[in-house]
Antibody, heavy 117, light 107 residues
Framework: EVQLLESGGGLVQPGGSLRLSCAASGFAFSSHAMSWVRQAPGKGLEWVSA????????YYADSVKGRFTISRDNFKNTLYLQMNTLRADDTAVYYC??????????WGQGTLVSVSS | DIQMTQSPSTLSASVGDRVIITCRASQSIYSWLAWYQQKPGKAPKLLIYKASSLESGVPSRFSGSGSGTEFTLTISSLQPDDFATYYCQQYINYPYTFGQGTNLEIK
């Protein structure tokens, strides 16, 4: 059974940084692309970033490009999202998801990031 | 970026009803479309991928159709567990984009 467990969320001031982690189990992690998707309070889903299984390719939404960095450690079966220069509109629940060539069959439970002074 | 537009935004229906949710893409995405169900406080759940392929474990009352720019999600006979928000998502290219969601509520 695929399990994804996010951690690292919390309250941070505008301009601050945070690193999210997503521990994966139950599937061949290094063979699968992974994505981060976020959901602002009361809003819809927004894809944030994706990374290939080998980490050779990364992709970002324009809204986070240059501020967020996706990475992975295939030895630790862990996905990361380094978030810098955080803004109030980055406040959201962040989900990691298994990415099967674009559709997302498995999701974590989410971790809440709040950006506020 | 490809824009995804769902209609309606809110749908009121009763148990046993047949409901249809529509998703339109701003350009052709062939069949690279997924549908998700989300309940309050929970992660989205994949229902349909490649426009019409039913994800394993999803009840057969859910079905998807369409190609190009117009797609539909049909629930053949609503069950109490189906009242939720539904999202479509295109994945022909990055950035992946989602529709704004359809809130399916009890009439």
């Amino acid at each position: 059974e695929v399990q994804l467990l996010e951690s690292g969320g919390g309250l941070v001031q505008p301009g601050g940084s945070l690193r999210l982690s997503c521990a994966a189990s139950g599937f061949a992690f290094s063979s699968h692309a992974m994505s981060w998707v976020r959901q602002a309070p009361g809003k819809g889903l927004e894809w944030v970033s994706a990374i290939s299984g080998s980490a050779s390719s990364t992709y970002y939404a324009d809204s986070v490009k240059g501020r967020f960095t996706i990475s992975r450690d295939n030895f630790k079966n862990t996905l990361y999202l380094q978030m810098n220069t955080l803004r109030a509109d980055d406040t959201a629940v962040y989900y990691c998801a298994e990415d099967l060539a674009g559709y997302l069959p498995s999701w974590g439970q989410g971790t809440l990031v709040s950006v506020s002074s | 970026d490809i824009q995804m537009t769902q209609s309606p935004s809110t749908l009121s229906a009763s148990v046993g009803d047949r409901v249809i949710i529509t998703c339109r893409a701003s350009q052709s995405i062939y069949s690279w479309l997924a549908w998700y169900q989300q309940k309050p406080g929970k992660a989205p759940k994949l229902l349909i991928y490649k426009a019409s392929s039913l994800e394993s474990g999803v009840p057969s009352r859910f079905s998807g159709s369409g190609s190009g720019t117009e797609f539909t999600l049909t629930i053949s006979s609503l069950q109490p567990d189906d009242f939720a928000t539904y999202y479509c998502q295109q994945y022909i290219n990055y950035p992946y984009t989602f529709g704004q969601g359809t809130n399916l509520e009890i009439k």
